[in-house]
C-alpha cells in the first residue's frame, strides 16, 4: 500500500514537473506573437475611448444631481462592458485561440512535440493555458483601466453629486470572475476546433459565425438560452449578477459543463487524429463517449429546465423607499377603476410591510408612492412582493425600482419582448392583398404561433420563467392582437370585395377560439375590453350613437363583475368626453343602478361631481402645481390676473 501510494506521488511530481517544462516551451514561442500585448489593448481600449469622451463632457457640464445616487465606477464598468463582452473580449478569444494553435501548425510543430519527452496531456492543456492567461489580462486588464480613469476623472473633474465615489471591489470581483468563467467555455470550444483544424483562417470564420448567429436567428423568433456565445452579453446586460445574492448565475454554471464536455472531445480528437479513432473504432470509446452525452445532456437539461417560484401562506407588500422627499404613504389601485385595493403607511425608517386581506386576483395593478410616478406590477393571492424604491427629483430618469419576491420572472423591467417585422400590419395598413383571404389567414396564424412561442422565452438571470397564470393571460393579450388584425382584414374585405366568398382556415378558428368574451383575467386591459365592446354592438343595426349602442348591450349583459368593469368604463369615458353637465347627469340616473359593487359607484360619482366643478363658467377650485423649474404654486397665487392652463 506505501509502495503504491509513494508511485502515485511520484507520477503526479513527474506529470507537474513535465507540465511546467512544456508551459516554460510555450511561453518561448509564443513572444513573438504579441498574444498578451493584444490582450492588454483589448482590455483596455474601451475604457480609454469612454474616459477621453466623458472627460469632454465633464469640461462642458457643471455638477448637477442628475438622477438617482448610483455607483460612479460600477456605471462606468457596465458601460464598457456592453462592447467589451458583445464584440471585442470574444474577437480577442477567437483570434488567440487560432494563433496559439497555429503557431505549431506550422512546419508540423504539433508532431514534433510529441517526440519530446512529455505528454499528449501536457502539450494539449499547456497551450490552452496560454489562452486562459490571455483571457485573464484582458479581463484584469478592463477592470483596473475602469478604476485607474475613474479615479483620475474625481481627480480632476467635478463629479455630480449623485455619484457614490468608493469602489465597490466584491462587484468588481464578480464581473471578473463571470467574465473569466464564461470565456472558459468559449475558448474550450474555440481551441479545440483550432487544434483540429491546421488552417488559421478557418477557425476564425467558425468563430465568427458563432458569434452572428443569435443576432440572425433572434429575427427569425429563436432564441439560443443554451448557447455559449451568448452567455457574454449576459454578463452586460446583468452586470449585478443573480437576483438572489448568488456569486454565479445559471449561465456560469452552464459554461462549466460545456466547458468540460469540450475538453474531453478536443483533447481525445487531438490524442487520436481523427473523429473516428477518437470516438467509433473502439468499442469502449464509443460506450464512453455515448455515456457521457447522455450525461451531459441530462445535466444541461436540468440547469436549462426554467424554475418557478412557489406562492406564500399570505399576500405580503413590503419595501424600501429612498428619496430627497418625504414620501408617507403607498396606494395599490385596480388598474381600470383605479379603485384603491391598498393604502399603506410607510414608517419613520423608511420601510413598509402590508398584509393583504382581500382574495386578490392575479393581474397587473398600480402602485404609487405618495405623489411620485405610477408603476405598473403583476402580483396575485399568497404572492410576497417587495419593493426597493428610490426616486430623487421629478423626472422619469430619477426613479429606480426593483422587484424582488415571488413574481420576479413576471415583472421583469425590460419584459417588452421585441417581436420582427409584421408583414400583416404593413399590408393591412396600406390596403394590400386584401383580395388574398388565404395569404392573411396563413400569414396571420403563423405569425401569431411565432409570437406565442417567443413569450416562452421570458427568463430572469436565475433561468426563473414565469407562472403559468401569468403565461396564460399573456397568451390571450397576444391572441389579442392578432385577433384585431384578423377584424381589420375582414372589415376591409367587406368593403372591398363584398361578393368573395371565404372559408376560414383551421388555424383562424383556433384563434377565433382561444379568446372569450366574458374573460375576468383580462378585465384590466383596455384593448379586450374595447375589442369585446365593438363585437358585442356588432349586429346592432339602429341609426344612433355609438354610446347608446355600447350601454344597451353592456345593460344586457348578466349581472357581475365583468358587467360592472365594463359599465364602469363606458360611463367613465362617455361622461369624460361630453362638456354638458345635464348629459352627466343623465348617463349617471339611466346607468349606475346597472352596477352592482358599491365602490365603483361612488367613485363615478366623485368623478362626475368632480368634472361637473370643472365645467364651463364653473368657479375654478384652487389646486398645487409645479413649474418646468421645480417651484411650487397654486392657483390663488395669481388671484386678479388672466391666466391660461393648458389641461
Given at each position: 500500500?506505501?509502495?503504491?501510494?509513494?508511485?502515485?506521488?511520484?507520477?503526479?511530481?513527474?506529470?507537474?514537473?513535465?507540465f511546467k517544462k512544456t508551459i516554460k516551451t510555450e511561453l518561448i514561442k509564443k513572444k513573438r506573437s504579441a498574444i498578451f500585448t493584444l490582450s492588454i489593448i483589448f482590455g483596455a481600449l474601451i475604457p480609454t475611448i469612454g474616459f477621453i469622451v466623458d472627460s469632454l463632457e465633464y469640461l462642458k457640464e457643471k455638477d448637477v444631481e442628475t438622477s438617482i445616487p448610483s455607483n460612479f465606477y460600477f456605471d462606468f464598468?457596465?458601460?464598457?462592458?456592453?462592447?467589451?463582452?458583445n464584440f471585442f473580449f470574444p474577437v480577442l478569444i477567437i483570434f488567440c485561440a487560432s494563433k496559439i494553435a497555429q503557431i505549431d501548425h506550422k512546419n508540423k510543430g504539433w508532431h514534433l512535440m510529441e517526440t519530446l519527452p512529455t505528454t499528449k496531456f501536457s502539450v494539449y492543456f499547456s497551450k490552452f493555458i496560454l489562452l486562459m492567461v490571455s483571457n485573464l489580462i484582458a479581463i484584469t486588464t478592463l477592470l483596473?483601466?475602469?478604476?485607474?480613469?475613474?479615479?483620475?476623472?474625481?481627480?480632476?473633474?467635478?463629479?455630480?453629486?449623485?455619484?457614490?465615489?468608493?469602489?465597490?471591489?466584491?462587484?468588481?470581483?464578480?464581473?471578473?470572475?463571470?467574465?473569466?468563467?464564461?470565456?472558459?467555455?468559449?475558448?474550450?470550444?474555440?481551441?479545440?476546433?483550432?487544434?483540429?483544424?491546421?488552417?488559421?483562417?478557418?477557425?476564425?470564420?467558425?468563430?465568427f459565425m458563432c458569434m452572428i448567429l443569435p443576432l440572425i436567428l433572434s429575427e427569425a423568433n429563436i432564441i439560443l438560452t443554451w448557447y455559449p456565445y451568448k452567455m457574454l452579453s449576459q454578463i452586460a446586460t446583468h452586470p449585478n449578477g443573480s437576483d438572489f445574492g448568488y456569486f454565479f448565475t445559471f449561465s456560469d454554471i452552464l459554461s462549466i459543463v460545456y466547458s468540460t464536455l469540450f475538453f474531453y472531445i478536443?483533447?481525445?480528437?487531438?490524442?487520436?487524429?481523427?473523429?473516428?479513432?477518437?470516438?467509433?473504432?473502439?468499442?469502449?470509446?464509443?460506450?464512453?463517449?455515448?455515456?457521457?452525452?447522455?450525461?451531459?445532456?441530462?445535466?444541461?437539461?436540468?440547469?436549462?429546465?426554467?424554475?418557478?417560484?412557489?406562492?406564500?401562506?399570505?399576500?405580503?407588500?413590503?419595501?424600501?423607499?429612498?428619496?430627497?422627499?418625504?414620501?408617507?404613504?403607498?396606494?395599490?389601485?385596480?388598474?381600470?377603476?383605479?379603485?384603491?385595493?391598498?393604502?399603506?403607511?410607510?414608517?419613520?425608517?423608511?420601510?413598509?410591510?402590508?398584509?393583504?386581506?382581500?382574495?386578490?386576483?392575479?393581474?397587473?395593478?398600480?402602485?404609487?408612492?405618495?405623489?411620485?410616478?405610477?408603476?405598473?406590477?403583476?402580483?396575485?393571492?399568497?404572492?410576497?412582493?417587495?419593493?426597493?424604491?428610490?426616486?430623487?427629483?421629478?423626472?422619469?430618469?430619477?426613479?429606480?425600482?426593483?422587484?424582488?419576491?415571488?413574481?420576479?420572472?413576471?415583472?421583469?423591467?425590460?419584459?417588452?419582448?421585441?417581436?420582427?417585422?409584421?408583414?400583416?400590419?404593413?399590408?393591412?395598413?396600406?390596403?394590400?392583398?386584401?383580395?388574398?383571404?388565404?395569404?392573411?389567414?396563413?400569414?396571420?396564424?403563423?405569425?401569431?404561433?411565432?409570437?406565442?412561442?417567443?413569450?416562452?422565452?421570458?427568463?430572469?438571470?436565475?433561468?426563473?420563467?414565469?407562472?403559468?397564470?401569468?403565461?396564460?393571460?399573456?397568451?390571450?393579450?397576444?391572441?389579442?392582437?392578432?385577433?384585431?388584425?384578423?377584424?381589420?382584414?375582414?372589415?376591409?374585405?367587406?368593403?372591398?370585395?363584398?361578393?368573395?366568398?371565404?372559408?376560414?382556415?383551421?388555424?383562424?378558428?383556433?384563434?377565433?377560439?382561444?379568446?372569450?368574451?366574458?374573460?375576468?383575467?383580462?378585465?384590466?386591459?383596455?384593448?379586450?375590453?374595447?375589442?369585446?365592446?365593438?363585437?358585442?354592438?356588432?349586429?346592432?343595426?339602429?341609426?344612433?350613437?355609438?354610446?347608446?349602442?355600447?350601454?344597451?348591450?353592456?345593460?344586457?349583459?348578466?349581472?357581475?363583475?365583468?358587467?360592472?368593469?365594463?359599465?364602469?368604463?363606458?360611463?367613465?369615458?362617455?361622461?369624460?368626453?361630453?362638456?354638458?353637465?345635464?348629459?352627466?347627469?343623465?348617463?349617471?340616473?339611466?346607468?349606475?343602478?346597472?352596477?352592482?359593487?358599491?365602490?365603483?359607484?361612488?367613485?363615478?360619482?366623485?368623478?362626475?361631481?368632480?368634472?361637473?366643478?370643472?365645467?364651463?363658467?364653473?368657479?375654478?377650485?384652487?389646486?398645487?402645481?409645479?413649474?418646468?423649474?421645480?417651484?411650487?404654486?397654486?392657483?390663488?397665487?395669481?388671484?386678479?390676473?388672466?391666466?391660461?392652463?393648458?389641461?
Amino acid at each position: 500500500m506505501v509502495f503504491i501510494t509513494n508511485k502515485i506521488k511520484k507520477d503526479m511530481r513527474n506529470t507537474i514537473t513535465i507540465f511546467k517544462k512544456t508551459i516554460k516551451t510555450e511561453l518561448i514561442k509564443k513572444k513573438r506573437s504579441a498574444i498578451f500585448t493584444l490582450s492588454i489593448i483589448f482590455g483596455a481600449l474601451i475604457p480609454t475611448i469612454g474616459f477621453i469622451v466623458d472627460s469632454l463632457e465633464y469640461l462642458k457640464e457643471k455638477d448637477v444631481e442628475t438622477s438617482i445616487p448610483s455607483n460612479f465606477y460600477f456605471d462606468f464598468l457596465e458601460n464598457a462592458l456592453i462592447p467589451f463582452t458583445n464584440f471585442f473580449f470574444p474577437v480577442l478569444i477567437i483570434f488567440c485561440a487560432s494563433k496559439i494553435a497555429q503557431i505549431d501548425h506550422k512546419n508540423k510543430g504539433w508532431h514534433l512535440m510529441e517526440t519530446l519527452p512529455t505528454t499528449k496531456f501536457s502539450v494539449y492543456f499547456s497551450k490552452f493555458i496560454l489562452l486562459m492567461v490571455s483571457n485573464l489580462i484582458a479581463i484584469t486588464t478592463l477592470l483596473t483601466t475602469v478604476i485607474l480613469f475613474c479615479f483620475l476623472q474625481s481627480l480632476f473633474f467635478d463629479i455630480p453629486s449623485d455619484k457614490v465615489l468608493t469602489i465597490p471591489f466584491l462587484l468588481f470581483l464578480k464581473v471578473g470572475a463571470r467574465l473569466f468563467v464564461i470565456s472558459l467555455c468559449i475558448s474550450a470550444f474555440q481551441y479545440a476546433f483550432s487544434v483540429i483544424v491546421s488552417n488559421f483562417i478557418w477557425p476564425i470564420i467558425l468563430g465568427f459565425m458563432c458569434m452572428i448567429l443569435p443576432l440572425i436567428l433572434s429575427e427569425a423568433n429563436i432564441i439560443l438560452t443554451w448557447y455559449p456565445y451568448k452567455m457574454l452579453s449576459q454578463i452586460a446586460t446583468h452586470p449585478n449578477g443573480s437576483d438572489f445574492g448568488y456569486f454565479f448565475t445559471f449561465s456560469d454554471i452552464l459554461s462549466i459543463v460545456y466547458s468540460t464536455l469540450f475538453f474531453y472531445i478536443g483533447f481525445n480528437w487531438y490524442r487520436f487524429k481523427s473523429f473516428y479513432t477518437s470516438f467509433l473504432k473502439s468499442k469502449i470509446r464509443l460506450i464512453k463517449i455515448i455515456l457521457l452525452l447522455i450525461v451531459f445532456s441530462f445535466i444541461i437539461a436540468n440547469i436549462l429546465e426554467p424554475k418557478h417560484q412557489n406562492t406564500k401562506e399570505n399576500t405580503i407588500i413590503t419595501g424600501v423607499v429612498e428619496s430627497n422627499t418625504s414620501i408617507k404613504k403607498l396606494y395599490i389601485f385596480n388598474i381600470i377603476t383605479k379603485d384603491t385595493i391598498a393604502n399603506i403607511t410607510i414608517n419613520s425608517d423608511n420601510t413598509f410591510k402590508h398584509k393583504l386581506e382581500d382574495n386578490i386576483v392575479a393581474d397587473n395593478y398600480l402602485f404609487q408612492f405618495s405623489n411620485g410616478p405610477i408603476l405598473q406590477i403583476y402580483f396575485g393571492a399568497k404572492d410576497s412582493i417587495h419593493l426597493n424604491y428610490k426616486h430623487f427629483g421629478r423626472n422619469p430618469s430619477d426613479l429606480y425600482f426593483k422587484i424582488s419576491g415571488t413574481r420576479l420572472a413576471e415583472n421583469i423591467q425590460n419584459n417588452e419582448i421585441r417581436f420582427p417585422f409584421s408583414f400583416i400590419n404593413h399590408n393591412l395598413n396600406n390596403n394590400r392583398k386584401i383580395d388574398d383571404a388565404s395569404y392573411y389567414m396563413d400569414k396571420i396564424h403563423e405569425e401569431w404561433q411565432n409570437s406565442l412561442s417567443k413569450l416562452n422565452t421570458i427568463r430572469t438571470v436565475d433561468n426563473l420563467a414565469p407562472r403559468k397564470d401569468y403565461m396564460n393571460r399573456m397568451h390571450k393579450i397576444m391572441s389579442l392582437k392578432f385577433l384585431k388584425n384578423w377584424n381589420t382584414f375582414q372589415e376591409k374585405r367587406e368593403v372591398l370585395f363584398p361578393d368573395k366568398k371565404y372559408k376560414k382556415t383551421k388555424g383562424i378558428i383556433d384563434l377565433e377560439e382561444s379568446l372569450s368574451f366574458t374573460d375576468e383575467s383580462l378585465l384590466s386591459n383596455q384593448s379586450y375590453l374595447d375589442y369585446v365592446l365593438k363585437k358585442l354592438i356588432k349586429n346592432d343595426a339602429r341609426e344612433v350613437s355609438q354610446s347608446t349602442k355600447y350601454f344597451t348591450a353592456i345593460d344586457s349583459l348578466e349581472p357581475g363583475i365583468f358587467k360592472d368593469i365594463l359599465m364602469f368604463t363606458q360611463l367613465e369615458k362617455s361622461m369624460a368626453n361630453t362638456t354638458l353637465n345635464s348629459v352627466r347627469d343623465s348617463l349617471m340616473k339611466n346607468y349606475i343602478s346597472s352596477i352592482d359593487k358599491k365602490s365603483y359607484k361612488k367613485l363615478l360619482k366623485k368623478t362626475n361631481s368632480n368634472l361637473n366643478r370643472l365645467s364651463k363658467g364653473e368657479i375654478a377650485p384652487n389646486f398645487i402645481a409645479f413649474d418646468s423649474n421645480g417651484n411650487k404654486f397654486n392657483l390663488d397665487d395669481f388671484k386678479g390676473k388672466y391666466l391660461f392652463i393648458d389641461v
